[in-house]
């Protein structure tokens, strides 16, 4: 069974950076896209990045737009997220999933295989 595993989660301060990593244990890194989303305590899961195969296009949207950076290690089977100018209120899991190929990039419907998560806390 293909597994997603997120890592880099942790304690930083605020205006401080972080970089989440997404691993595959399988051929899910091989996906149309693949997308980072978070779920602060009480809200919906938002999506935060994702990345297209082949020209590797990059799209974000919501609040952390212009402070993330998605980027891919195919032969690492690895999925990042670098994280800059951190905010408290960034404070959130922060999930990779699989693109399952239909819908929009950024619809929590659009990926069918997800990792358990990883927690960012950012302190003021």
């Known amino acids: 069974q293909v597994q997603l595993v997120e890592s880099g989660g942790g304690l930083v301060q605020a205006g401080g950076s972080l970089t989440l990593s997404c691993t595959s244990s399988?051929?899910?890194?091989?996906?149309?896209?693949m997308g980072w989303f978070r779920q602060a305590p009480g809200k919906e899961r938002e999506f935060v990045a994702s990345?297209?195969?082949?020209?590797?296009?990059?799209w974000y949207d919501g609040p952390m737009k212009g402070r993330v950076i998605i980027a891919r290690d195919k032969a690492k089977n690895t999925v990042y997220l670098q994280m800059f100018r951190l905010k408290p209120e960034d404070t959130a899991v922060y999930y990779c999933?699989?693109?399952?190929?239909?819908?929009?990039?950024?619809?929590?419907?659009?990926?069918?295989?997800w990792g358990q998560g990883t927690q960012v806390t950012v302190s003021s």
């Open positions: 399988g051929r899910i890194l091989n996906r149309d896209a």
């Open positions: 990345i297209r195969e082949g020209a590797e296009t990059a």
């Open positions: 999933a699989a693109y399952r190929g239909l819908g929009r990039l950024e619809s929590l419907g659009s990926y069918d295989s």
